[in-house]
Structures are given as C-alpha cells and as structure tokens.
C-alpha cells in the first residue's frame, strides 16, 4: 500500500503498540503529528517544553521497560537533551523523533540548521539523518532495535521535505526480540568466589536496587538464608516493604544505620549511585543483568544474568550458614532506632514545618500501591529517611538527578496508569523549572498530586556549600505563593503552614479527581552527615 513516511511511521509505532508519543509540536514535524491523528491508535501528548516531553518518555520507559518515545522540532532538539542525558545514564530504551531544515538545506548557514548528530550523539548510542525515503523505516527499525537492545537512548532526524514522499509499506508485527524480554545467560562471573567472601562473612549487608524490582521473594530468601540486614536505596523503596524485619531502611546525611558503618561483605543488587558514598571499605559482590552495569571496581566479584536465579543460587550454596545471633542484635537495634526517630519526627510541631514531619505525614496518608516521582533536592533525604514504603513505586533518576523531573515523571506514571494514585514530590526550585508541564497535567487531563517543599532555597546546594565553608550567591529561590498560581492554571491549590494541618490537607488532596499541588511551608533544615 502506498503510504506516505509520515503515514508509515504512525502506523509502525501503532503496530508495535506505542501508546503515546511525548512532544511539542513545530512545522518540521507537523506532518507525522497529522499522521499519528488519523490513524488514531498512537497518542500525541503535547507538553510544555521538550526537556518534560523527554523527561516523560524516560519515565514510561523506567516504570514499565517497553520504549518510551518523545518528539521536537529542529530547534527543541537541544531543550530535549536534559530528559535524554537522563535515559542514557540510567539506561533506558528511549526513540526522540525530531525535525530537520528541508534536504536542499542541510549543511548550510540557514535558520535552525545544526549537526543534530553531533549534538544527540553524546547522549545516545544511535543517531542518524533520514537522507532518502526507502531508508526511513528500515533505519526506525535499527533504531528501536539499538534502543531496547542496548536499553538506551536512539535518535532520528527527519528532513521536513521527507514526511510527504511515498513508499510501499506494511505495518510489521513485532519482533519477539523488541518486546524487552532479553534473553540472559545463567551466571556470568565466578559463582564459586562469591560463595566463598559471603560464607566468610559474619555481618553482612544486602543493598536492594532498582534491578530488584523483579525478585523480592528472592531477596528475602537470600537475607534470611545469609542472616543479612537489607538497605533499600532510594530508587528501589517498595521492592521490599520497610516493615520487614531485615531491612533497616535507607542510607545518606540523616540516617545511616549501624549495619552499614559495621557490615563486613555486601552484596549490591544493581547500583545504588546515592547509597554507594555510605559504603565502608569491604568486599562488594554486585550483582547485575548485563557486564556493562557492572562498576569498574567491582569487575572482580561481581555476578550477571538473570537477577532472580542468581539469588536462587546463592541461597542454596549458603544452605547450613551460621547466622550471626549478635548481627541480628545489631538490625533489631538499628529497627528500633529508626522507629524512634521517626516517632520523634511525628511529634515535631515546630513551625516552619520541619520537612521529616512532613514525610511521617505523607506515611499516613498515601495509598500502599502509589506511585511517587521524586525530583532532586534536600527533601529526599528526609523522605530516604522518614519514608516507609509499603509495595508503592518509585521514579528517580539514579545517575543524572536533574531538577525539574518530577513533574513530568509523574505525568508520564498517570498516562500509564490512570486509575493508580501519582504523586510528585518536588522542591520549590524544582517546580519552577516545570511549572509549564503542571499546565499540561490538567490540559490533559491528568489527576497527578504534586507535593511541593517549599522552603525558598536550593538546599542541598546551600548544605554543599556550608560544608566547604562557601558563601555562594544565587542559592535562594523566588518567594512565590504557589497555590494561587496552581489554581490560576486550573488546578485544585492548597498550602499547608503549620503541622496541625498536614494529615488532613494531603488527605483531602491525595482524594481528589482532579491535577492538585500541595505547598507545604518547610524550614531550611542542615543535613547531618553530608557525603
């Protein structure tokens, strides 16, 4: 059937069930956008600035691992790249489709003309120009292949001329290579060398990250088999729920429990960027999917393949340890600290609202299956705290940590899950980075609760420079009342300025059927033990 690239491309992307495409709409696009329309089955999800669209496309990626895919003009390629540098350091299978000048003007000095591949190549292990109509869809194929193949970044440039030219072309079905099922070898690594550090250890400490998501039972079997306490890193809260009696939550500034300071092996599921700075000077067996995951000092004991089966396996050789009775002393202890901090934060009525009394609020009041997208600044160290996860999800940016990804984080979890409750939790500098993309959340219609920290400061930077005797300018953040301005973009506004009112408002707004934002007014609070 004749079809034009335009057509062709939106009937490949509906074929291979991508359900939305994020992105702002600009003349050297507006033929496929016409095309994604008439065939109906692809949503175009039009938001504020491209940074959110790629922003959002990395997260569809990072919550469900099928191929998350944004779209721009020629000249938002460059806003684009902050979302895409977050795909490619974190490893995420993400396809940005942008504009290009007509053919005839490539390569000379005309509007909005740039080496896009130069540009997109530094955060992207696939980047190619569509220079003729017969290349157009077998490079979309190497590209989707490269992106989920390698889980990262892959970019095509198309020419504003091409949407128009004509092809013969089917939609095909949808290699069972691409569904991001990989295929992986049992083990890779010495199995016989773990064995032997983990039987030798006596305390020892069992770090959850992301690449856990797929193997709790696993994990537990293994931590209670080893006798290992267990610190879920702040990307991965919820795999294990903070109930449970081995994990003595997370590590960073406000609590770092002794099982961390005194473990003497540690066995790293995946990576834990944050958490990493914690860890005192034993032996790591990190334990991933792929040898490229695998962190260079780590080369030498670390375990690849599938995460579930490695963990099988380790348990059944560890059969017969003896746990250590003093080293569950140890976690009961560090339980039982952890418990009476938090109890302390909950009767912290202080005003301004110190931010861990905000978290042990947040505890009450979030349903046990949310989803929270958290953006960059202090408040995540109280929430690494403070924050008791049950089987919620949660959003982060393990290697790149840009603010202003919160928002759009959370837009991207509620397209795909629509009936489950989303929340991002942001700073006031955050939101102001992607205020626009709180306006896109109610134009379409999405009831995401943004919960803003608002203590006018970039805090963490202020906490960095505190720490290095510094007195930079530029550190405090404009005062501005965000109720009002959530409820002049057409969302539900709330401010909370004493502790009285905490349980109550969010509540109240985490029930609501429509876009919300909370400000909760918080005190700039020093971090105890900044790394």
């Given at each position: 059937?004749?079809?034009?690239?335009?057509?062709?491309?939106?009937?490949?992307?509906?074929?291979?069930?991508?359900?939305?495409?994020?992105?702002?709409?600009?003349?050297?696009?507006?033929?496929?956008?016409?095309?994604?329309?008439?065939?109906?089955?692809?949503?175009?999800?039009?938001?504020?600035?491209?940074?959110?669209?790629?922003?959002?496309?990395?997260?569809?990626?990072?919550?469900?691992?099928?191929?998350?895919?944004?779209m721009a003009s020629a000249?938002?390629?460059?806003?684009?790249?902050?979302?895409?540098?977050?795909?490619?350091?974190?490893?995420?299978?993400?396809?940005?489709?942008?504009?290009?000048?007509?053919?005839?003007?490539?390569?000379?000095?005309?509007?909005?003309?740039?080496?896009?591949?130069?540009?997109?190549?530094?955060?992207?292990?696939?980047?190619?120009?569509?220079?003729?109509?017969?290349?157009?869809?077998?490079?979309?194929?190497?590209?989707?292949?490269?992106?989920?193949?390698?889980?990262?970044?892959?970019?095509?440039?198309?020419?504003?001329?091409?949407?128009?030219?004509?092809?013969?072309?089917?939609?095909?079905?949808?290699?069972?290579?691409?569904?991001?099922?990989?295929?992986?070898?049992?083990?890779?690594g010495d199995l016989n060398?773990?064995?032997?550090?983990?039987?030798?250890?006596?305390?020892?400490?069992?770090?959850?990250?992301?690449?856990?998501?797929?193997?709790?039972?696993?994990?537990?079997?293994?931590?209670?088999?080893?006798?290992?306490?267990?610190?879920?890193?702040?990307?991965?809260?919820?795999?294990?729920?903070?109930?449970?009696?081995?994990?003595?939550?997370?590590?960073?500034?406000?609590?770092?429990?002794?099982?961390?300071?005194?473990?003497?092996?540690?066995?790293?599921?995946?990576?834990?960027?944050?958490?990493?700075?914690?860890?005192?000077?034993?032996?790591?067996?990190?334990?991933?999917?792929?040898?490229?995951?695998?962190?260079?000092?780590?080369?030498?004991?670390?375990?690849?393949?599938?995460?579930?089966?490695?963990?099988?396996?380790?348990?059944?050789?560890?059969?017969?340890?003896?746990?250590?009775?003093?080293?569950?002393?140890?976690?009961?202890?560090?339980?039982?600290?952890?418990?009476?901090?938090?109890?302390?934060?909950?009767?912290?009525?202080?005003?301004?609202?110190?931010?861990?009394?905000?978290?042990?609020?947040?505890?009450?009041?979030?349903?046990?299956?949310?989803?929270?997208?958290?953006?960059?600044?202090?408040?995540?160290?109280?929430?690494?705290?403070?924050?008791?996860?049950?089987?919620?999800?949660?959003?982060?940016?393990?290697?790149?940590?840009?603010?202003?990804?919160?928002?759009?984080?959370?837009?991207?979890?509620?397209?795909?899950?629509?009936?489950?409750?989303?929340?991002?939790?942001?700073?006031?500098?955050?939101?102001?980075?992607?205020?626009?993309?709180?306006?896109?959340?109610?134009?379409?219609?999405?009831?995401?609760?943004?919960?803003?920290?608002?203590?006018?400061?970039?805090?963490?930077?202020?906490?960095?420079?505190?720490?290095?005797?510094?007195?930079?300018?530029?550190?405090?953040?404009?005062?501005?009342?965000?109720?009002?301005?959530?409820?002049?973009?057409?969302?539900?506004?709330?401010?909370?300025?004493?502790?009285?009112?905490?349980?109550?408002?969010?509540?109240?707004?985490?029930?609501?059927?429509?876009?919300?934002?909370?400000e909760i007014l918080c005190?700039?609070?020093?971090?105890?033990?900044?790394?």
């Amino acid at each position: 059937m004749q079809q034009t690239i335009a057509q062709a491309l939106a009937g490949q992307l509906a074929a291979w069930e991508v359900g939305t495409v994020f992105g702002v709409a600009g003349d050297d696009i507006l033929p496929l956008l016409d095309a994604l329309v008439a065939e109906g089955k692809t949503r175009f999800l039009p938001t504020a600035h491209e940074a959110g669209a790629a922003f959002m496309a990395a997260n569809q990626a990072r919550l469900t691992g099928e191929l998350g895919v944004c779209m721009a003009s020629a000249a938002g390629v460059v806003n684009l790249l902050e979302g895409l540098a977050d795909a490619y350091l974190d490893g995420l299978p993400v396809l940005a489709i942008t504009g290009q000048v007509t053919a005839a003007k490539i390569g000379r000095p005309v509007l909005q003309y740039y080496d896009q591949q130069r540009l997109v190549g530094t955060m992207s292990v696939f980047s190619r120009l569509v220079v003729s109509a017969t290349s157009a869809l077998p490079l979309f194929f190497l590209a989707v292949s490269q992106a989920m193949g390698r889980q990262s970044v892959s970019h095509l440039s198309f020419p504003q001329d091409i949407w128009q030219e004509t092809i013969e072309f089917e939609p095909a079905e949808r290699p069972s290579l691409l569904t991001g099922e990989v295929s992986l070898p049992e083990v890779g690594g010495d199995l016989n060398r773990a064995i032997n550090l983990m039987t030798k250890a006596k305390r020892p400490l069992l770090v959850v990250g992301k690449r856990g998501r797929g193997a709790p039972g696993e994990i537990k079997l293994l931590a209670e088999v080893w006798g290992a306490a267990v610190l879920v890193a702040q990307e991965a809260k919820g795999i294990i729920p903070d109930s449970w009696p081995q994990v003595v939550g997370g590590a960073g500034e406000n609590w770092l429990p002794r099982a961390v300071r005194e473990c003497d092996c540690l066995l790293l599921l995946g990576s834990a960027s944050y958490e990493e700075a914690f860890f005192p000077p034993v032996p790591v067996i990190q334990v991933v999917s792929h040898l490229a995951e695998v962190k260079e000092e780590y080369l030498w004991d670390a375990l690849t393949g599938k995460i579930s089966l490695i963990l099988k396996l380790l348990a059944a050789k560890l059969d017969g340890y003896q746990v250590s009775s003093s080293w569950q002393e140890t976690i009961d202890s560090d339980k039982k600290e952890l418990k009476n901090l938090l109890i302390r934060d909950s009767q912290d009525n202080s005003i301004p609202i110190h931010p861990a009394r905000f978290i042990v609020a947040l505890n009450r009041v979030v349903a046990e299956d949310a989803i929270i997208a958290l953006d960059t600044g202090a408040f995540n160290r109280w929430f690494d705290r403070g924050f008791q996860a049950n089987k919620q999800q949660i959003l982060l940016s393990s290697f790149w940590r840009s603010m202003g990804a919160g928002v759009p984080a959370a837009n991207a979890a509620q397209v795909h899950c629509p009936r489950r409750q989303v929340i991002a939790l942001v700073g006031d500098g955050g939101l102001l980075m992607s205020l626009g993309e709180l306006a896109m959340a109610v134009k379409n219609q999405l009831p995401v609760k943004i919960l803003v920290v608002r203590d006018r400061v970039y805090n963490l930077e202020k906490n960095k420079a505190r720490a290095e005797g510094l007195a930079p300018a530029g550190l405090e953040v404009p005062d501005v009342d965000l109720a009002p301005l959530a409820r002049a973009c057409g969302a539900l506004g709330f401010r909370i300025e004493e502790p009285f009112q905490l349980e109550a408002t969010l509540a109240q707004a985490l029930s609501e059927s429509q876009t919300v934002l909370v400000e909760i007014l918080c005190r700039e609070v020093p971090l105890l033990d900044l790394r």
